[in-house]
């Protein structure tokens, strides 16, 4: 079957009701971009954030906050030297755990493509590799001209994609009173390193295997904002709900805890 045919069949399902029009203009984008080459798509070389690994950690820390994005791309820029990409949401994790935040710590390979590649094959190797979602691209000098996202080729064909600005909220934080805020989804050995707790929080009889769990099962019905109870000291308490889902804990260690 040939392209034609396919879009004889498209028209066909549009004039029958089997296809609304706008699914139409979705498939008929998909076959544009066998025609459509990855340049065409690039955001610039001069309109990329680059980090940069001799800016100082609070230089590269502050575009990484600025900008919505979930990826950034690492280069030297005297000499200009592309060293990789870094996953935003891994290097503030580092950070908020207080591990090692230097970028050649974080960086992951950036794969190249060429400015004349069709858009369709580069779709299909985004599909084949899950983590590749950006690339940069180079001419026929193997220079860089700049890069394409996974999104870009979604947004030609089905327009512009709503960003999220907000960063994802780190899985604990350790607030200046010396008590954490914990997401509900955290297993429980990392919740008994972070606190410290010697005594395992896994109960026999018990399938939880996340703190939402722990918690619940010390409850025995629904849960609800604000509720909490003390175990080996420390205080939990339920601070945010998704629904019926617990989110986020408070837990207050033994020194404050019995200061209240």
């Given at each position: 079957?040939?392209?034609d ?5 498209i ?7 089997e ?38 950690e609070q ?6 906050l ?38 050649n ?26 983590q ?15 890069v ?5 080729i ?33 297993s429980?050995?990392?919740?008994q ?16 295997d ?6 619940l ?18 205080r939990?308490?339920?601070v945010?709900?998704?629904g019926?889902?617990i ?14």
């Amino acid at each position: 079957m040939t392209e034609d045919d396919i879009r004889a069949l498209i028209r066909e399902a549009v004039i029958y009701g089997e296809v609304e029009h706008t699914e139409r203009e979705i498939l008929e984008r998909v076959f544009q971009l066998d025609d459509l080459q990855v340049g065409a798509l690039m955001t610039h070389h001069s309109k990329i954030i680059w980090l940069d690994p001799d800016d100082s950690e609070q230089s590269n820390l502050e575009k990484i906050l600025a900008h919505p994005h979930s990826r950034f791309p690492v280069a030297r820029r005297e000499p200009f030297e592309v060293l990789g990409v870094i996953k935003a949401k891994e290097y503030l994790g580092a950070r908020v755990q207080g591990k090692e935040t230097g970028l050649n710590t974080h960086l992951h390979k950036l794969e190249t493509v060429p400015a004349t590649m069709r858009v369709l094959r580069l779709l299909e190797l985004f599909r084949k590799k899950d983590q590749m979602h950006f690339v940069l691209v180079v001419d026929e000098y193997n220079v860089p001209r700049g890069v394409v996202t996974f999104n870009d080729i979604l947004e030609s064909m089905v327009g512009a994609i709503p960003t999220v600005q907000a960063e994802p909220e780190p899985a604990a934080v350790r607030r200046a009173d010396g008590s954490w805020l914990l997401d509900g989804f955290m297993s429980l050995e990392e919740v008994q390193a972070r606190l410290g707790i010697e005594r395992s929080m896994r109960e026999e009889g018990q399938a939880f295997d996340n703190l939402a769990g722990f918690v619940l099962a010390h409850f025995g019905d629904e849960p609800m904002m604000g509720k909490h109870f003390d175990w080996e000291g420390h205080r939990f308490e339920i601070v945010d709900m998704d629904g019926k889902r617990i989110d986020r804990i408070l837990v207050v260690p033994p020194s404050r805890g019995n200061a209240k």
